[in-house]
């Protein structure tokens, strides 16, 4: 079971930003939600095949890429050329 | 003629457009002129590109997706961008920012999602073919509430560059059209090996479709009428796939017990996928800004709440949770072998069957604002995320009606046999759709 103090946790993780009003409504439907994952438990007990992954790695060639114009063009805060965030400390 | 330029200043009563563009030049090739319509979330060079979501409102892309660079090099003429649930999350596009698209068979209702604007301007007769993108069904969905074709091409056929991810490993860009020979048409347009896509198959798609499916093998899980599915629904789909028996087919009663977990496996992959993909959006690089005077977390937060709608922050929520220590082995370890389970019974069921056929949703299109509760919502993709999971090729094709609203006839083939997929619903659509 889930508590709001738990949601408010995981709101903090993924900067999601979270009033206290809604608190109630998304951790309610969390448990729903979470309940209905359960059936994850109880459906697989015998081992499942298991396929092996490996990567495949392409050649480390340069290429083109946007210009610094075309990708600033966008932001709402630049400065010489770089974007502006907020303060990290 | 080779080129020049469609004016397109639609009666858009259905809202299936956020971005229209009322003089869209055209060039030579396979598509020349032809009005054809772009899901939002599908990244469009000079033309504002949003996700249906506030947080990307005024972005405008500055490179094309390369399914976009496909049509432009074809010669057609791209009007729109269409609406959608907010970065794909959502069965009705009723979660889009920018308010619902309602479905032109009856506009008390919702046309499906997430692609749904796509669907309602191809069924409205807006455009003659449109790209959507299907992450768990949002192809196909829309394509059935709309009585459309849609496919969701084999992973790894279709370019993703340019696409808005919000789940890498289920999401693929597909064709939908008003019948198969265009949404063929349009499938053959954007494949091809793309190497800014690290997924992209070499495997162009050069298809005539063929009418014939004497002696094709069509599996049909008993799963796919199982709880849930409306027995009206299952009737119409029923009477389809006899039909397909009278055109020479054979069809094979199955099982796909891995069913009964590849729902909860979905929402799993998808949400935890998401809360990494998203995390992008903090309004830095695009988007409304973040006040630079604020500390860090504060101003993304903000941004983050105000710029995301309800179901988005459900879905980053439950998939930053899902993959958060102490949950990751209770909840996504145990998604992937739920899904490695879907991926073997498809392998298994590929051995004796050419293609399993079902219905695409369990439903007709809900009534606008039906659903409410996000976890009734989510149970009605349960017979289109199967084919995500395993990455398999599947295809909506209207098959009948059921209280007066279209019904879509799945159809679902063997990894990159979409060419057979096509061919299956070109054949019931030539010969058994009446």
């Given at each position: ?39 994850l ?27 610094q ?21 | ?61 500055p ?18 961008k ?38 309602a ?19 196909r ?25 919000y ?20 499938m ?83 949400t ?84 399993l056929?079902g219905?695409?949703?369990p ?9 409410t ?16 999971l ?20 799945q159809?679902?083939?063997r ?20």
């Amino acid at each position: 079971m889930i508590e709001e103090k738990d949601v408010e946790h995981i709101a903090e993780l993924a900067d999601i930003g979270m009033e206290r009003s809604e608190l109630a409504e998304f951790t309610a439907q969390f448990n729903e939600i979470l309940d209905y994952f359960g059936v994850l438990d109880q459906a697989w007990t015998e081992a499942s095949s298991e396929v092996e992954e490996y990567n495949i790695f392409r050649d480390d060639e340069p290429a083109g890429s946007l210009s610094q114009e075309d990708v600033l063009a966008n932001a709402k805060e630049t400065e010489d050329g770089f974007f502006r965030a907020p303060r990290v400390m | 003629m080779t080129g020049g330029v469609f004016h397109f200043r639609p009666d858009d009563r259905y809202h299936a457009f956020i971005t229209c563009c009322e003089e869209a030049a055209y060039g030579g090739g396979h598509l020349s002129g032809i009005p054809v319509a772009v899901k939002d979330n599908i990244s469009t060079k000079g033309i504002m590109t949003t996700c249906a979501s506030a947080i990307l409102w005024g972005y405008v892309p500055p490179y094309n997706a390369y399914v976009v660079d496909r049509l432009k090099s074809e010669g057609a003429a791209i009007v729109g961008k269409t609406n959608m649930d907010e970065f794909g999350m959502g069965t009705t596009t009723e979660n889009s920012a920018f308010g619902p698209t309602l479905n032109p068979i009856d506009t008390g209702r919702v046309p499906g999602g997430s692609s749904g604007g796509s669907a309602a301007a191809v069924a409205a007769g807006m455009v003659r073919m449109a790209l959507g993108t299907d992450t768990g069904g949002s192809i196909r969905c829309p394509a059935a509430f709309c009585g459309i074709v849609g496919l969701k091409p084999t992973y790894g056929r279709v370019s993703r560059y340019g696409l808005i991810a919000y789940a890498n490993s289920l999401e693929q860009i597909g064709p939908m059209a008003a019948n198969v020979s265009d949404v063929n048409l349009l499938m053959s347009i954007i494949t091809g090996h793309d190497p800014r896509d690290s997924t992209s198959y070499d495997q162009p798609y050069h298809h005539v479709p063929d009418p014939d499916i004497h002696g094709l093998r069509v599996g049909v899980p008993e799963e796919f009428f199982g709880k849930g599915v409306d027995p009206r629904v299952a009737s119409v789909v029923w009477d389809a796939i006899s039909r397909m028996e009278n055109q020479g087919a054979e069809i094979i009663s199955c099982r796909m017990p891995s069913m009964s977990a590849a729902l909860a496996a979905y929402y799993v992959t998808c949400t935890s996928e998401a809360s990494s993909n998203l995390a992008r959006f903090d309004g830095v690089r695009y988007g409304p800004g973040a006040d630079p005077k604020k500390q860090w977390h504060e101003a993304f937060q903000e941004r983050r709440r105000e710029g995301f709608g309800k179901e988005v922050r459900r879905r980053i929520l439950l998939g930053t949770f899902a993959l958060s220590s102490g949950y990751y082995g209770k909840y996504y370890a145990k998604a992937q072998t739920a899904r490695q389970e879907v991926r073997d019974d498809f392998r298994r069921l590929f051995r004796e069957v050419d293609v399993l056929a079902g219905p695409t949703m369990p439903t007709i299109a809900f009534k606008l604002g039906e659903k409410t509760d996000p976890l009734s919502m989510y149970l009605s993709d349960v017979l289109t995320v199967p084919a995500n999971l395993a990455g398999v090729p599947a295809i909506s094709v209207p098959c009948g009606t059921s209280e007066g609203m279209p019904v879509g006839l799945q159809i679902m083939g063997r990894w990159f046999e979409d060419e057979r997929v096509v061919d299956a619903a070109f054949a019931f659509e030539q010969g058994g759709a009446s």
